[in-house]
């Protein structure tokens, strides 16, 4: 047994009720990589439930996994439009994000082939020069506007590059691009924020925002306090618990020396579980209000602690994570983000999903 995976689908929905509180429009749910890896599916149905209407995935192919769950919710697929996959939108009402004049070329075919207006979301670059819509296309699309025949701009979109830094000038200066660019669509809603872009100043709220991390529960405002509420809870049973003498080693290369005589608790939790190898002799655990240290190299099926301060016996269950070491606090001593963390966590745990 690795550990258990508690995911608290109430503290999602009440996550994102705070956020649709923070702002006058919509408030989508992203839903891509599995929900962040904490379960698309019931995720999703608890988010549905609440009253969310609009979510985005990465791929058509998640898109269409969400469709078969939530036949009533707008979803649209972020990475674009792939030649041929125009059909499979259209089959499954999933609602691309295009991204190039290329992708607006096929969207306009296939709505040409049917005899009627298709939806989609256009992505506008303002910055992030990874997946959008570049100035000189949208130049294209102003000479030539016949080159959106049957496409329905329903959304303009973009993606900020720093909104976890606030003072960064870069976050005005995307908006302003961004608001530019959208008075070519008039008829469209707009779409700027993710998580943390819902916390800098209203100026960057828009018709509809896209927030994902902080719906999991990560800080969408680093250096500050957390304002939403922690979502999982890891939790692994001590499966051996060593004494070792003064000089004694642990771990592959014994990268740990036990300066005093010491007791070695080892988990069945490895980084073939996402609990990252990069957490050597830097991470966390918790055990009954007292915080244990991570020793020696994390190998890929097992970890191991000093617990020699600690009255923990084999069966009792360390704390990897939870509201007292939370996903971002674990992040930092893996040298990582918060996404990463969760993103990564392994098929192996026991999930319980609680609070739905
Ligand atoms: C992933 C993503 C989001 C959500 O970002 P969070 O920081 O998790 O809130 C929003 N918009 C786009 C385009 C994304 O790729």
Redesign the pocket.
Known sequence: MTGFLDIDLGAVVANWRHLSGLHAGETAA?V?ADA?GLGMLPVARALAGAGCASF?T?HLEEAVALRAALPEARIMA?NGMLPHAAADFVAHDITPVLCSLKEIALWSAEAKGLGRALPCFL?IETGMNRLALPPAELAVLRAEPERLTGVQVEVV?S?LAA?DMPEDRQNEQQALKFYAAALQFPHAKKSLA???GMFLSPFFHTNLA?????LYGMN?TPGRKNPMKPVVRLTAPVLQIRDLAAGETVGYAGTWKAERPSRVATIGVGYADGYMRALTNRGHAWFEGRRVPLIGRVSMDLATFDVTDTPINPGDALVLLGPEHGVDELAVEARTIG?EILTSLGRRYKRRYIGA
Do not use: E
């Open positions: 992203v891509k962040y985005f990465a972020l992505h979109m993606h909104s993710n998580s943390s896209r927030p994902g991390a902080a969408p996404y």
